[in-house]
């Protein structure tokens, strides 16, 4: 593809003109770049490796990993994949290194035979509505929505993911915190649709329980 | 079904006109809603119920609708292109659904009583409860075996169902549906036959159709 | 003892996520969504799933990236290039 001349101070926007324009060395380009995927960057970096200021150095290395890569960059996949997949490499080779892995989870597991919801919550064989609600989850629509969307909300979500098993954590992540696409997801991790949507369910279910265990405390019966 | 025929049908709304599954919002009285995409791939298309399938279907609003384009019978519903409304069903509304909750509630324990001894006092008790004592009756009874237990059970729920549709009135649609559902079982554990539950079902819609004068 | 078959909450809760993601078929889907009518605990938990979405969407929304830094660095790869 013939290089486009663009005029200095406007940002390329299309992808391929993007890789171009980065390859000349164009700032605005670079700009744009961070722009587009420097927070998704960090917030993903800190489901890899939970420590705030490991987490920048891992993104910043990232970026040069990308200068240093974009002449080699092909095109295969997005961009966007392609700048994911050297972060998720630096930040998981960091996280070994950091002996970062939260205690609890295994590298690689995820969790087989887990159920979304403990079984206890459900009315056992010998009951009449066996396998139904014992104790049935509360109306979220009737909590005030600061409590509900607030900072501290927030901030729970935020720990229930740390404690996820990796492969939950990055699905999660990427589906759900990133917005990423199903397909997308599937192949910037290599896995298949019923996989990721595996680990999604998997991983949703848990920060949904951690939620209403934060949310029930001081509850009103 | 052949397409170009109008069709009339019934649709089950949540309040203000929303779609209970999509999250579409329906347009004024007699202006058409064209199935789109949907946000996501698997929805798309316009639902609406038969009488026959109101019974499953229960939400807060009820609307007389007209569909069009190709109709066709699909797993207890009618779907359709396109559809509007014509007319609110004005009749249903929370206290409505209480009182389909309590028709249910006072069959189950009719159908508990198919499973009780005559002359019993856990007979006695449950005959002459009305909706508000049969969730303390049913809850009170001894000496049952397993059998009549889960009998007196359903009843209970149900009764205890008719109560929860009446002090939140918000909450009506699931509990009138679910005493459907309920009071549908409850026949077939004690007739120990599954085919009560098309019985039932066929009791309910009449009723339904009866009170709502459709 | 008749054992009817339906849907029970606790095979729910194990099928939304495939149902979020359009992953049913026609069947399966009327029968998660006859399920939702009647049972309270499930609408509500379908709802405590959505709000657990909205949340995740919303984690680290505010989060600053350190732009000069990486514009020191980028203007230093640029530099070092041959």
């Known amino acids: 593809m013939q290089p486009v001349a663009i005029p200095s101070g406007r940002r390329p926007d299309n992808e391929d003109e993007l890789v171009a324009a980065l390859r000349r060395g164009d700032e605005a380009a670079f700009v744009e770049l961070v722009e587009r995927y420097g927070a998704m960057l960090l917030r993903l970096a800190r489901t890899f490796v939970r420590d705030q200021a490991v987490a920048e150095e891992v993104v910043q290395e990232t970026w040069l990993a990308v200068l240093n890569g974009i002449e080699r960059f092909e095109g295969r996949s997005s961009l966007k994949t392609w700048i994911f997949q050297i972060l998720s490499n630096r930040a998981k080779t960091r996280a070994i290194r950091e002996r970062r892995s939260a205690p609890f989870s295994t590298l690689g597991g995820d969790g087989a035979d887990e159920a979304a919801v403990d079984a206890d919550r459900f009315r056992d064989e010998s009951h009449r509505w066996a396998g139904h609600w014992a104790a049935a989850p509360a109306d979220w629509t009737q909590l005030p929505e600061e409590r509900l969307l607030g900072q501290e909300t927030l901030a729970r979500v935020n720990e229930a993911i740390q404690t996820l098993p990796p492969r939950q954590a990055e699905v999660l992540a990427l589906r759900d915190v990133e917005g990423w696409e199903p397909a997308e997801v599937c192949a910037a991790l290599g896995i298949s649709d019923g996989n990721q949507r595996i680990l999604l369910h998997r991983a949703r279910a848990k920060v949904r329980a951690a939620l209403e265990h934060y949310l029930s405390e001081g509850a009103a019966a | ?214 | 003892m008749s054992a009817v078959d339906h849907l029970t909450c606790q095979e729910f809760v194990e099928v939304l996520t495939d149902y979020l993601e359009c992953a049913l078929d026609a069947d399966e889907r009327a029968e998660i969504e006859r399920h939702i009518v009647i049972c309270r605990g499930c609408t509500n938990y379908v709802e405590q799933t959505r709000a657990t979405i909205e949340l995740l969407g919303r984690v680290g929304a505010e989060d600053d990236v350190d732009g000069d830094g990486l514009l020191a660095t980028f203007r230093e790869w640029r530099a070092g290039r041959p």
């Open chain 2, 1 to 214: 079904m052949a397409g170009g025929a109008a069709v009339i049908a019934y649709k089950f709304l949540r309040a203000g006109r929303v779609g209970p599954f999509s999250g579409v919002s329906w347009p004024a009285v007699g202006e058409w809603l064209t199935a789109t995409g949907g946000k996501r791939a698997c929805e798309g298309r316009v639902h609406a119920c038969r009488v026959e399938d109101l019974l499953d279907w229960m939400d807060e609003e009820l609307w007389r609708v007209e569909l069009d384009g190709d109709v066709v019978v699909d797993r207890g519903k009618l779907i359709a292109d396109r559809g509007r409304l014509l007319a609110r069903v004005d009749v249903w509304d929370a206290a409505f659904m209480a009182r389909f909750a309590e028709a249910c509630a006072l069959r189950a324990r009719d159908v508990a009583l198919m499973a009780l001894a005559p002359g019993s006092s856990a007979h006695a008790a449950l005959a002459c409860a009305d909706a508000s004592e049969l969730a303390d009756a049913c809850g009170r009874l001894e000496d049952l075996d397993a059998r009549e237990e889960r009998a007196a059970g359903y009843a209970g729920d149900a009764a205890r169902h008719v109560l929860g549709a009446r002090a939140e009135p918000r909450t009506a649609p699931t509990h009138a549906a679910v005493n459907g559902f309920i009071v549908a079982h409850a026949a077939a554990f004690a007739r120990d036959d599954a085919g009560a539950i098309t019985d039932e079902r066929a009791r309910q819609v009449a009723w339904l159709v009866r009170e709502l004068r459709l």
